[in-house]
């Protein structure tokens, strides 16, 4: 109850892994401009060399005095089926 009131929470936890053969390696840049961090994953080969691409934003969380990663992980809830 929480004011009066019957609420009901669902409490989950989740992990996290690389699965992939490489580092999983992500750059910010940051542009006072526009006041966003990109977030660039570089993709390595067997060389070395590796290539970027953008797969989102970090955002500063005032609140908890930190970044978030924007869409890093996304959960759904469903009912279940009959
Ligand atoms: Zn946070």
Do not use: C
């Amino acid at each position: 109850m929480i004011g009066g009131t019957t609420h009901h929470v669902l409490r989950f936890s989740n992990v996290v892994w690389n699965g992939g053969d490489g580092a999983l390696d992500l750059r910010g840049v940051s542009s006072f401009v526009s006041k966003t961090t990109k977030v660039y994953q570089r993709i390595y080969d067997t060389s070395g060399a590796y290539m970027s691409r953008n797969v989102g934003e970090f955002v500063f969380h005032p609140e908890h005095d930190h970044f978030h990663f924007e869409g890093f992980s996304n959960f759904e809830l469903w009912t279940k089926a009959g």
